[in-house]
DNA sequence: TAGTGGTCTAGACCACCGT
DNA sequence: CGGTGGTCTAGACCACTAT
């Protein structure tokens, strides 16, 4: 545990505890270096920390305010399903429903920055969430990483742990969200009406080189997960560029 | 401009143009330090800023990552339907399409943190995106906001706007995103067929002082606006807590 | 072992805010 | 004006990574 963290967890209970109410400030850097006898840049270090998660704000020449008494989740720490799960101390599952290879199709093949004329992976997956079925995904998978995908077992529970296991480390992604009607296949699997509304997350995870790993689409049951962003409005409180 | 966001913004002009390929690493900070001829604390600040917003990641003992070449906008930046509007040169219009007082139901009492009997504004909106009906806002709001949404036209571009102007500064809010099926009046004012898939996202927005503001409920019509979130993954990137 | 990023110190000057 | 946060310096030690 570093002072920071630790000064910012502090601060944090502080907060929730209600010794700084929301809309209050909260005692100034230079107090704060002395009651927790840091230098300043930690200080500033923890502050930033809970700034980043939108907690407190700071305005210039005044202080420091509490924005929020809650801590929410944002997408910032959205990562796979599974590990959202973990973090949330829920049972993620998953089973593969089919998996096969293809041609892949010229949009997949520009999204997936491939060379023409390539084979990739494509899977049909179920996930679970406490033994309940909340989730399709379907898989389009770079052919560099398609025989990783086909080992899998059928019920592995963290297809970005499977690939991790095998060096390939999911960095970033890109998720898309819309609301789609359950087709046919969908309502069957899911356990939902035909033409009922789903949320769906069609998604774009790139290697740590920057190679395009998986091409996803996931379509949730309503009320199953419900995606949270917290954002402090306001024109650019961010400093720079 | 102060030294790091010009120090960033030339980082990203160097990363956009291919001088720092994705994958591939940025010079170390002690030597970025000799370049830009500033201290590392500075050097540190300016890879901060990139860091956040998922151009690049760090890995200890190895150095600085490109992850993507884009800048990709995310929840960070989403403020007002109209603001949002605005940045992405499209024109939001409004129109009120119902106002009334209203007794607060127990939950919203709750969730707007009033003392008990106390009548609120409840508002349903109809808005545009260059000249298309996209989205329907159902807002109830805080009791002492619930004049000044009284006064304004009907046709009003921006509530945000039309708060601020008031001395009312919204600078949090909560957003949790779902898929619901279009009821009777969904259709029948956004144009779709009943019980069609809807993107619905439920906001709490709250004032500087921590006061809330407003509940909204808004509907969307599929494929008019889609929500884009840019998310690094792996473990805990970010320090602390 | 040498180089990297992660953390921390003890200062400094500035722009901005309220009085 | 004094107090606040925003930026910056010139060091330091540590944990981790590669070789």
Redesign the pocket.
């Known amino acids: 545990m570093?002072?920071?963290s630790a000064i910012a967890a502090d601060l944090r209970r502080r907060i929730l505890d209600g010794e700084f109410a929301v809309g209050s400030s909260?005692p100034?850097?230079?107090?704060l270096c002395v009651h927790y006898a840091?230098?300043?840049?930690?200080v500033?270090?923890a502050l930033s920390t809970l700034q980043a998660r939108y907690l407190i704000s700071?305005?210039?020449?005044?202080?420091?305010y509490v924005n929020a008494t809650e801590h929410t989740q944002g997408f910032d720490h959205m990562s796979s399903f599974a590990q959202w799960a973990t973090e949330h101390h829920l049972s993620a599952g998953g089973r593969f429903v089919s998996r096969d290879h293809d041609r892949a199709s010229i949009t997949e093949l520009r999204a997936l920055h491939s060379p023409a004329d390539q084979t990739v992976a494509r899977t049909l997956r179920l996930r679970s969430l406490d033994q309940r079925w909340v989730m399709l995904e379907r898989s389009t998978w770079a052919p560099w990483v398609a025989s990783i995908v086909d080992s899998m077992p059928d019920d592995i529970p963290s297809t970005t742990a499977g690939l991790a296991e095998s060096g390939v480390d999911v960095v970033f992604t890109r998720h898309r969200i819309e609301a789609v009607a359950a087709s046919s296949e969908d309502a069957q699997l899911l356990g939902v009406r035909r033409s009922s509304p789903l949320l769906m997350v069609r998604r774009l995870t790139t290697a740590r080189d920057g190679r395009v790993v998986e091409l996803g689409e996931d379509r949730y049951v309503p009320g199953s997960i419900v995606f949270e962003v917290t954002a402090s409005g306001g024109i650019a409180r961010r400093?720079?560029d």
């Open positions: 570093t002072q920071y909260l100034s850097e230079a107090r840091v230098s300043r840049a930690t500033r270090n700071a305005r210039r020449g005044r202080g420091w400093g720079a």
